[in-house]
């Protein structure tokens, strides 16, 4: 099992930037690829960025991609989104999530998400 919880969240200006973490509990962290989704009202949830479990690989959905960092540090089990020049479509409640170590892209755990807000 592992639980994770995301902090980080807030209003912010266009513009601006923000760094989501997620913390998660269990000693298999460093087994899982990472990812962060968001979902927007009115919108389907999108997955916004993945890491692999060493940090080795990234993916960036194209919407995000030169303005979203994704990192993780195994040691204290804990991945981050660092958001710069954000958008006003960029606001949505975002996700962390852990992917299945068996099937790549059936995500098994989820946080409960943060919500980012983007004013104009």
């Known amino acids: 099992q592992v639980q994770l919880v995301e902090s980080g969240g807030g209003l912010v200006q266009a513009g601006g930037s923000l760094r989501l973490s997620c913390a998660a509990s269990g000693r298999t962290f460093n087994s899982y690829a990472m990812g962060w989704f968001r979902r927007a009202p009115g919108k389907e949830r999108e997955l916004v960025a993945r890491i692999n479990w060493s940090a080795s690989i990234t993916y960036y959905a194209d919407s995000v991609k030169g303005r979203f960092t994704i990192s993780r540090d195994n040691a204290k089990n804990t991945m981050f989104l660092q958001m710069n020049s954000l958008k006003p479509e960029d606001t949505a409640v975002y996700y962390c999530?852990?992917?299945?170590?068996?099937?790549?892209?059936?995500?098994?755990?989820w946080g409960q998400g943060t919500q980012v807000t983007v004013s104009s």
């Open positions: 999530a852990a992917d299945s170590p068996a099937i790549i892209g059936m995500w098994d755990y």
